[in-house]
């Protein structure tokens, strides 16, 4: 037995949320190219199937179940057809998130006059969309007595980054869900059930292009300002999150619970200075 074996995914399933993203997507070939078989949650049924057709394209085993993470009824269908499919839930990624830009205090929205509603969107977004899924995919996890859940928090949950308010609430929320869950499961229904996060530093994704990168490429203030605080210097590329998620969904962290990765170039040690 190689010392690799135990970061195999092999036999493993797993429900990906947010697999019709950048970061999900990247996550979700990955788990498949070690050995899962990766159901692919988003909103959009033929983005969720275009993603499918790709990881079958590589050899890959994928479906998809298309689902909005704030509708538990429909969480409830994508978890009985994976059921139906492959018998089990091993892994969960949570990466349907994102900031939305009514929370975001720029222009005209500033603290004092943003709406509760839009900061409410993203909050739900970001937490409730980790908290339902990991009611509906958890439950079967501790019937089995085992399973790894991820979560996505962001640079934004431990220092705060300007403008994203609601945002970096809702992911340091995630940091504290993160934590307690893995408190909870560990104590009450097993050591076979872990949750952990993974923190990642600034990837060009959909919904932040436009705050990073001018329509040229060349980065903006705000993206210039990042790679300023970036001891590496670049934006992280979404295959290189891959690594990560592979070791914290397999055997490979079986002792590993409540820790918080962060993936970010450096960003989050360095003071500036
Ligand atoms: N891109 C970054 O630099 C970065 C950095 C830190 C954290 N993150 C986090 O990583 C996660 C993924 O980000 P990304 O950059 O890949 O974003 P993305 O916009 O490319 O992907 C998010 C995906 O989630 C899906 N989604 C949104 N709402 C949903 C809902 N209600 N139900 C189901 N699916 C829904 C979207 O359709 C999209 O496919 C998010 O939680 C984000 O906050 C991203």
């Given at each position: ?178 934590r307690w869950m893995a408190m909870e499961l560990a104590q ?69 619970t409540g ?15």
């Amino acid at each position: 037995m190689s010392v690799f074996d135990q970061f195999s995914l092999e036999g493993k399933t797993a429900i990906v949320t947010g697999a019709t993203g950048v970061l999900g997507g990247a996550m979700a070939h990955g788990l498949a190219a070690a050995g899962a078989k990766v159901a692919i949650l988003g909103r959009r049924a033929e983005k969720a199937q275009e993603v499918v057709d790709a990881i079958q394209a590589t050899g890959g085993i994928a479906l998809a179940t298309p689902a909005d993470v704030l509708s538990t009824d429909s969480l409830n269908i994508a978890r009985d057809a994976v059921i139906a499919e492959w018998g089990r839930i091993d892994i969960l990624i949570n990466a349907a998130g994102g900031n939305m830009p009514g929370a975001t205090i720029l222009n005209d929205v500033t603290f004092f006059n943003m709406k509760e509603e839009d900061y409410d969107g993203v909050v739900k977004l970001n937490l409730h969309g980790s908290l339902l899924p990991t009611q509906v995919f958890g439950e079967v996890m501790v019937e089995q007595g085992s399973g790894s859940i991820i979560n996505i928090s962001s640079m934004a949950a431990a220092r705060s980054l300007t403008r994203v308010l609601g945002y970096s609430n809702a992911k340091a929320a995630i940091d504290s869900f993160t934590r307690w869950m893995a408190m909870e499961l560990a104590q009450k229904y097993g050591a076979g059930l872990r949750v952990n996060a993974i923190a990642p530093g600034f990837f060009v994704g959909e919904q932040n292009r436009a705050f990073l990168l001018n329509p040229d490429g060349t980065h903006t203030t705000r993206g210039q300002t990042i790679i300023d605080h970036t001891p590496m210097g670049r934006f992280g590329e979404p295959d290189e999150l891959v690594g990560t998620a592979i070791w914290l969904a397999s055997d490979a962290s079986k002792f590993v619970t409540g820790v918080i990765v962060p993936v970010d170039g450096g960003f989050s040690v360095f003071s500036g200075v």
